[in-house]
């Protein structure tokens, strides 16, 4: 009874790491551990919440510094995404450190990062090790006297209109966000020695950082368009990352509110928040920008059969399909700079790919007149998309013997030279021989 018992329970807690596994085939049926200071969170952010369970996603609330908490059980990650909604944490609790964290982020898994005025020294390190680094001084916060949001309340400035986004429809979509956003919190600057790193939503020319209840003594370290007030980075294994100074960003208040920019006439009824967070939100979940390729095959040009060996100067065909994961199913990626490489140490040949706009990629070329063992490569980098590297081996042999030409048209005047040079000699030889 009692090892029936402990299978049951073994049984039970294994269920989750089967059920909630992410399936590159339907990337949008995933779990989700959201890590709060304050229960209070999930009833003051409840709309964006909301959108994000209403496309499926299953969301599990714990307190950031409980006991029990945990990534992974047997060795197997129990969550596809990890929200971190709790700025003010000093200590994680259960299993759970920066380590760990970035152990998650390397194992394909994505995160979302929101601080604010009083980030911990936690939340911070956690942001440097993902590429940002946020304001060292704990007091500062975006300060913009020009391209604030009028408001009743906010007297020393600290409340942004910010509608300085990035051009990418993939990452926001391709509707325009017509309000700004409202931000207010602590700005970021991105790490130089990071490439990967990009600004989604950034501060103006005007805008600074610094303590808003106290006289610039100095000059303010991030100033600028320098400040970032959202970044994305999608690492190199496609995880992605979005991080932010502002949690009340994300807030009911925030995405409800009116928004007016300083200086403009013009007044939105409804900020651009929850349109922009519910867009970007997409993104890093990857219900948007996610490729796969299928179908990768080579083949002579009039054969189907894909060969073990070519022959240099063959003629042949390299197809591929890409499709893109809509959020709902999986559609036709259209594209017209995706190329192959026919690579052995170094390309020798590199041929753009056409499509029939079907998401069916093909290109026809010769094999270099070199033999060795070659690699069809399709390296495909495309901003706000995941990476495709793809990789195929096959060897290239020379000609056999009785496959080259027995007489070459180019080789004429040397048959001819031979010939001439036997037929003189077997003169000189009758002559000689016969001569008084």
């Not at 939503?201 to 600074?208: E, I, K, T, V």
């Not at 990352?241 to 007044?267: D, E, P």
């Amino acid at each position: 009874m009692a090892k029936l018992l402990l299978y049951l329970t073994l049984a039970t807690s294994l269920i989750p790491l089967f059920s909630v596994a992410f399936s590159p085939e339907n990337p949008t049926d995933r779990r989700v551990l959201v890590l709060v200071d304050d229960f209070a969170i999930k009833s003051s952010h409840s709309l964006y919440f909301g959108s994000l369970t209403s496309r499926g996603f299953q969301l599990e609330f714990k307190l950031a510094d409980d006991p029990n908490i945990g990534l992974q059980r047997y060795g197997q990650y129990l969550y596809d995404a990890l929200v971190l909604f709790c700025p003010s944490v000093e200590r994680f609790g259960g299993s759970i450190d920066v380590a760990s964290i970035v152990d998650f982020v390397d194992s394909g898994h994505d995160l979302i990062v929101a601080a604010d005025s009083n980030a911990s020294d936690l939340i911070r390190e956690v942001a440097t090790e993902c590429g940002v680094d946020f304001d060292e001084d704990p007091a500062a916060m975006v300060i913009d006297h020009i391209n604030y949001a009028v408001s009743n309340f906010d007297g020393d400035h600290t409340l942004i209109a910010s509608d300085d986004f990035i051009k990418a429809d993939v990452i926001l979509g391709s509707k325009k966000i017509e309000a700004p956003v409202l931000f207010q919190g602590i700005g970021h600057s991105l790490n130089p020695a990071n490439s990967l790193v990009l600004k989604v939503l950034s501060a103006s020319s005007s805008a600074y950082s610094a303590n808003p209840k106290s006289k610039l003594s100095n000059p303010p370290s991030l100033t600028g368009s320098a400040i970032s007030l959202v970044s994305v980075v999608q690492a190199r294994n496609n995880a992605r990352i979005l991080i932010t100074g502002s949690l009340s960003m994300f807030s009911n208040r925030f995405f409800r509110s009116g928004v007016q920019k300083a200086g403009s006439s013009i007044k939105h009824e409804k900020s651009g928040n929850e349109q922009f967070l519910t867009e970007i939100s997409k993104w890093v979940f990857h219900e948007r920008g996610h490729l796969k390729a299928v179908n990768v095959r080579h083949h002579k040009v009039g054969e189907s059969d894909e060969p073990a060996i070519y022959r240099i100067n063959d003629d042949l065909e390299y197809s591929v399909e890409i499709s893109e994961w809509s959020g709902t199913s999986w559609e036709p990626y259209v594209s017209d700079d995706v190329q192959v490489q026919f690579y052995m140490m170094s390309p020798y040949v590199l041929k753009t790919l056409s499509t029939d706009q079907k998401g069916h990629y093909s290109a026809e070329f010769k094999v270099p007149d070199v033999y060795g063992v070659f690699q069809f490569k399709v390296e495909y980098q495309r901003l706000g998309y995941t990476s495709l590297s793809l990789s195929k081996q096959i060897p290239v042999r020379p000609y056999r013997h009785n496959e080259y030409e027995r007489f070459l048209p180019a080789a004429y005047p040397y048959y001819g030279s031979a010939f001439s040079m036997m037929a003189g000699f077997f003169i000189f030889t009758i002559v000689h021989l016969y001569s008084k």
